[in-house]
């Protein structure tokens, strides 16, 4: 999108590079692919358990179960007979609706159903969004570390991605004088994941302003990747980036996925947080419908129950489920300090995840990330993520949402790991 001054205006439209244009786009491997890559190294003979803190998915731990109102609402739906058919492409009024309500809890305006498209997921939701931005010669802005299927997205959709740095000492915040040397008259949006996905981190009201004005001063619009909405149990609350819409476009990608615990049920959706109607006016909701017009829509039975999960979900169980998070990421970030070459600048404040520094000069014949977690694997069956998966080479990540034994298990295991492996300090 393009910024033209005049009388202290901004003018807002979908950018159109000139042809010729180079394009650079960085190959890229999913979460999936690497972690099975890793998974592969496991010895299966041996006599321990693999202990898996790699994926982003809890549910392999019974301690982290939907609450049952969600799955009343599921079988309600499936018995109904309502929603047998096929849904409307951009998803079923009463849904959209109740989203709608959902998110503008946090909003200080209104959205509507006609704002909400639902996807499968907020993987869908992704794919979606970068398909629609991209244009020929056009780039997009991408944290790093980050969510790695954005940049396959953008590889597949001939949009080129450029990173921007989250400074670790500073609670990973985004460096803003680095992404704006980045942006150029070809930029056409940024994407901010918050709470963090791989960092654990939750942006402060005051640095969310900032991201905002940045984005309003480049002329580009915001991708809020808030499908972690809500999981926060630090000292910071969650302010969804939608609370500066004021200030500039955003599309916020969202999910019952991770709040509610039931990844695999796969309803996500796309919000247009417009108040100015600057996107309306871009044409850019019309093109959110025709891209979802000729893909596959959620499951009708997950739709006709979004109604009922949101409205009956009591406070008590995102409470429990908070009080189990804190305690985890408690757990886990002190048992990394007492864990010589590995570091972790900064305790998780929200999401599922934390993000560990290796000191590989502490480690005798460790060559990198990938060979860390490939041995962790295979010598003590514990599987992690290399941070390479997320443009961090020589980090890796930890999924914390498990069971206190089980993470405590796991976590020894790594301490144990590194100690056979230290070399002799002179």
Avoid at 168 to 193: C, F, H, K, Q, Y
Avoid at 243 to 267: E, M, N, Q, Y
Avoid at 366 to 392: H, N, T, W, Y
Avoid at 396 to 401: K, Q, S, V
Wanted: aromatic letters at 8%; a negative charge; one cysteine or more.
């Amino acid at each position: 999108m393009e910024e033209n001054g005049g009388a202290g205006t901004t003018k807002w439209s979908i950018s159109r590079p000139s042809a010729g244009t180079p394009l650079k786009v960085a190959g890229t491997m999913s979460i999936r692919a690497v972690l099975d890559r890793v998974f592969s190294s496991v010895d299966g003979s041996g006599p321990r358990p693999v202990l898996t803190l790699g994926s982003g998915d809890p549910t392999a731990s019974p301690c982290f179960r939907p609450p049952p109102e969600a799955e009343d609402a599921i079988v309600e739906a499936l018995r109904s007979g309502k929603h047998n058919g096929y849904s409307p492409t951009v998803g079923v009024l009463p849904a959209r609706r109740a989203i709608a309500e959902y998110l503008s809890r946090d909003l200080s305006y209104q959205l509507s159903p006609d704002n909400i498209y639902l996807t499968a997921g907020c993987c869908q939701a992704i794919e979606v969004i970068i398909s629609v931005l991209a244009q020929p010669g056009s780039n997009v802005l991408l944290p790093k570390p980050g969510f790695p299927l954005y940049e396959s997205r953008t590889m597949f959709s001939n949009l080129e991605a450029r990173h921007f740095n989250l400074i670790p000492d500073r609670g990973w915040e985004a460096d803003l004088e680095s992404l704006e040397a980045l942006a150029d008259e070809n930029t056409v949006a940024m994407v901010i994941i918050n709470p963090s996905n791989p960092c654990g981190s939750v942006y402060s009201y005051d640095h969310l302003a900032k991201i905002a004005e940045t984005a309003r001063k480049l002329g580009i619009i915001i991708i809020a990747d808030e499908v972690y909405d809500h999981l926060v149990f630090g000292n910071k609350p969650f302010i969804p980036m939608g609370v500066f819409a004021d200030i500039v476009p955003v599309i916020t990608l969202g999910s019952i996925s991770k709040r509610w615990l039931v990844p695999g049920w796969r309803l996500g959706w796309i919000a247009t947080c417009d108040p100015n109607c600057v996107l309306k006016e871009a044409q850019v909701d019309k093109l959110i419908e025709n891209y979802i017009n000729i893909t596959n829509d959620p499951a009708t039975f997950i739709q006709g129950a979004v109604p009922q999960i949101i409205a009956n979900t009591k406070e008590d169980y995102f409470n429990k489920i908070l009080n189990l998070l804190r305690n985890s990421a408690d757990l886990c970030y002190n048992k990394i300090k007492e864990t010589r070459a590995i570091t972790c600048p900064h305790k998780p404040e929200g999401s599922m995840f934390v993000m560990v520094k290796l000191d590989l000069s502490w480690l005798d014949g460790i060559q990198d990330d990938l060979d860390f977690c490939c041995r962790l694997a295979k010598e003590d069956s514990v599987i992690v993520l290399p941070g390479s998966a997320l443009g961090m080479k020589d980090w890796i990540r930890i999924n914390f949402a498990t069971d206190v034994p089980t993470l405590e298990n796991a976590l020894e295991r790594i301490k144990s790991f590194c100690q056979r492996h230290a070399k002799l300090q002179a």
